[in-house]
């Protein structure tokens, strides 16, 4: 259909590749079901394919189901749906399938918001750069939906009553906010003015079919915008092996997804196998009749060539080993045989090392790229994609929690010893926040043993939640345990004639000149030494027993104004001191800091400390002669 392709000096663009993602139950078959046309009308389903896999649908037929007018140009000649729900094989190849795809439909029930296999896909989906739109399905579930079958959804919404209206308005903004929360940001798409950054949402329902046009505009008309480079039709051959048939009459046939290039009968061609590399010569491409079901039986339709983006069986000899989602690589007269059997092999390699390590549960190659550091937290889930889910959250939530080690599967022993390394190195951290997977007995008891906390939650949001709450409480019961022995800097300037008691207790009037009092500050003043060698002495007066304002209400701590102190002596010394004969009114009253001080206050009481209270305490250190 050369019509629908932009003509002039614009690249010739190939079908985008979409498949379709979601949680269990989110409706994916449906959508699909509906995509596809299963529903549409006999007359409606013009030019539909069914490829192997996969489903064709051309731009001529998404414009005759949209109201798309016929002046408006498509830039692509149809849209490939790979049959994801249905088909098992791609879910076996998760990223190696999925790196197939131009773009995602994630399938969100409406009513259930984001799910865990969610999640999964949108982490999935981030890793390997794929675009994708989110299909917000089950409007019609909205309790008082006004049935209008496959229009679109700005239309529907129109017409529902202000109950739905807000109901779906409040549901959508859930939605939205779950989103966020796992660091997408996302728009339902007929308010979205920036399409290249924040993802579309577009509402629908698989059951009567709204919202679906809109779906299928955005996939042919917005995505060729956002992937231009990507889609250009490229001669070079690009195909991945879907999954290899063992059939009763052709023998064994490997399904595959042409993704650019053209494949023809007769092409040498290489596949992957776990023996290493197979060089055969394509001897037919099949594809199955039109709409007819893929399991259907009866004939199939054979092809001289097929040209991207379709999907395809081909028979050939020596394919009954080939690899799931590997690449099928095509050798033209003239190309090195023996660089390209290399490649292959290397892609073999790749494949054998994933497939392992996927059926180990452990790591596969791209967790990699989460960061890990010397002093953070240990965190644990069943997943690579809710284990980036968690770490996303910890790095969007308002403490920047760092990472120091990560594992999958169930917590044992061994994880509690190493997270354990933290009750040395930073108490804060020693956690392992544990999603989705078993703790093992053991390793509960050892944690208690060690005082390692071990924090599990049904949400990646309440498990962060928890962890957060867990530290304030940490902190709270550090500052109970140093309050004695923090030390808030101020100087204070004693008010002449308002000294009411000169001895043990020291009883006054102070203007709070700098800082912050509190009761319990220990306080001191500075005389000149006759001694040359020390230019001042240090005379300690005891600590801020009981304090009161000018209205005589008990404080216990102020940051101006005048203020009526006691100074209560511990020593016999501070005792013996007193106004008129040690020191006075031109005697400034400051907080008696020290080294130690100073720290417990840098420990674990920051955030009640202030700019210009560091600053008179770095001041207050050189009078000390603190180092
Ligand atoms: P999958 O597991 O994601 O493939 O989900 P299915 O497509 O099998 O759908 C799960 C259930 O939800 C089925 O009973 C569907 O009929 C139902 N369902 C799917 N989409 C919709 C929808 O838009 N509206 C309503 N009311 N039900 C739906």
């Known amino acids: 259909d050369t019509q629908d392709v932009a003509s002039g000096d614009e690249k010739e663009l190939r079908a985008p590749i979409c498949c379709i993602l979601g949680h269990v139950d989110a409706g994916k078959t449906k959508l699909l079901d509906c995509i596809r046309g299963t529903h549409v009308q006999e007359r409606e389903a013009g030019g539909i394919t069914q490829q192997i896999g996969a489903t064709y649908l051309p731009a ?23 049959d994801t729900p249905g088909h098992e094989s791609f879910s076996k190849m998760r990223s190696r399938g999925l790196s197939m795809c131009d773009v995602a439909v994630v399938v969100v029930d409406i009513m259930k918001g984001l799910e865990k296999q969610t999640v999964e896909s949108l982490h999935l989906l981030r890793r390997h750069n794929v675009s994708f739109i989110v299909a917000l399905n089950k409007v019609d579930r909205l309790y008082g939906w006004k049935e209008c079958t496959n229009a679109p959804i700005v239309e529907a919404l129109k017409k529902q009553s202000d109950d739905v209206k807000r109901e779906y308005k409040w549901r959508l903004t859930k939605v939205v906010t779950d989103f966020k929360e796992n660091g997408f940001n996302t728009a339902p798409y007929y308010e979205n003015n920036k399409k290249k950054k924040v993802v579309n949402i577009v509402p629908t329902s698989a059951e009567s079919g709204e919202g679906v046009p809109d779906l299928l505009l955005l996939l042919v008309r917005w995505l060729p915008d956002i992937i231009t480079d990507k ?69 199939y ?210 203007e709070v000149v700098e800082g912050v009092v509190k009761v319990g500050t220990p306080i001191c003043v500075f005389t000149p030494s006759k001694d040359k060698s020390k230019n001042i002495i240090v005379h300690s007066l005891g600590r801020i027993s009981s304090m009161q304002t000018s209205n005589g209400n008990q404080i216990f701590s102020a940051r101006n104004g005048v203020v009526a102190i006691k100074i209560s002596g511990d020593s016999p010394q501070e005792k013996s001191r007193s106004y008129g004969w040690h020191f006075d009114s031109s005697n400034e009253l400051v907080s008696e800091i020290s080294r130690r001080s100073i720290d417990v206050l840098k420990e674990c009481f920051r955030d009640e400390m202030r700019a210009e209270n560091w600053q008179l305490i770095s001041r207050l250190k050189t009078q000390f002669k603190i180092a």
């Open 231 to 299: 889609l250009a039709y490229d001669d070079t051959v690009e195909c991945t092996v879907l999954e290899v048939n063992e059939h009763k009459d052709l023998g064994t046939t490997v399904d595959v997804v042409l993704i650019n290039g053209v494949l023809r009968q007769g092409d040498q061609v290489i596949v992957c196998t776990k023996q290493g590399p197979v060089t055969t010569i394509i001897r037919d491409l099949l594809t199955p009749h039109p709409m007819k079901e893929l399991k259907a039986k009866g004939a």
């Open 60 to 82: 001529e037929n998404i414009r005759d189901r949209t109201s798309l007018k016929a002046e408006t140009a498509i830039k692509v000649p149809g849209l490939l749906v790979i």
């Open 301 to 510: 339709k054979h092809h001289k060539e097929v040209r991207a983006a379709q999907g395809v069986k081909i028979v050939a000899r020596g394919l009954q080993y080939a690899m799931a989602g590997t690449s099928l690589i095509v050798v033209k007269p003239g190309d090195d045989l023996r660089q390209a059997e290399a490649a292959a092999m290397q892609e073999i390699d790749m494949a054998i090392r994933t497939t392992d390590e996927n059926e180990k549960g452990t790591k596969t190659q791209e967790v990699s790229s989460i960061k890990t550091c010397k002093e953070g937290i240990y965190v644990q889930a069943s997943s690579v994609g809710t284990l980036e889910a968690i770490i996303a959250h910890l790095k969007s939530s308002s403490v920047d929690i760092p990472v120091y080690a990560w594992n999958l599967g169930p917590v044992y022993k061994q994880d509690v010893m190493k997270a354990s390394a933290m009750l040395k190195r930073k108490e804060e951290y020693a956690v392992i926040l544990a999603f989705d997977v078993k703790v093992m007995p053991e390793a509960s008891a050892l944690a208690a043993e060690s005082g390692l906390k071990i924090i599990t939650a049904d949400t990646v949001y309440r498990l962060v939640n928890i962890y957060t709450e867990h530290i304030k409480g940490l902190k709270e019961a550090k500052k109970m345990q140093f309050a004695a022995e923090a030390v808030f800097p101020c100087t204070l300037k004693i008010l002449p004639n308002r000294v009411y008691h000169s001895k043990d207790p020291i009883v006054c009037d102070v």
